[in-house]
């Protein structure tokens, strides 16, 4: 499997855009309190993860968040 190859935080959408490999098209299937998967139009692959209002999920926490985060995408096939 690819590894992370951007991760991208829109502060202005509150969006944390993260993506697998080298950009592609795709599209997104909805998993459910706001994260979206993106999918290889062409081939099903998973290319990338999307999460929005993603402050809101830290707003109770008051330990600073420690980047990379690893994501086990296997779990998600």
Do not use: C, W
Request: charged letters at 25%; proline letters at 5%; zero cysteines.
């Amino acid at each position: 499997m690819d590894k992370v190859s951007q991760l991208f935080y829109d502060a202005e959408g509150d969006v944390l855009y993260l993506s697998i490999g080298d950009p592609r098209p795709a599209i997104s299937q909805e998993l459910g309190d706001d994260v979206l998967l993106r999918v290889d139009v062409e081939t099903g692959e998973i290319v990338g993860l999307t999460v929005l209002n993603l402050s809101a999920r830290f707003s109770s926490i008051q330990t600073p968040q420690n980047l990379p985060v690893t994501i086990d995408l296997h779990r998600l096939e």
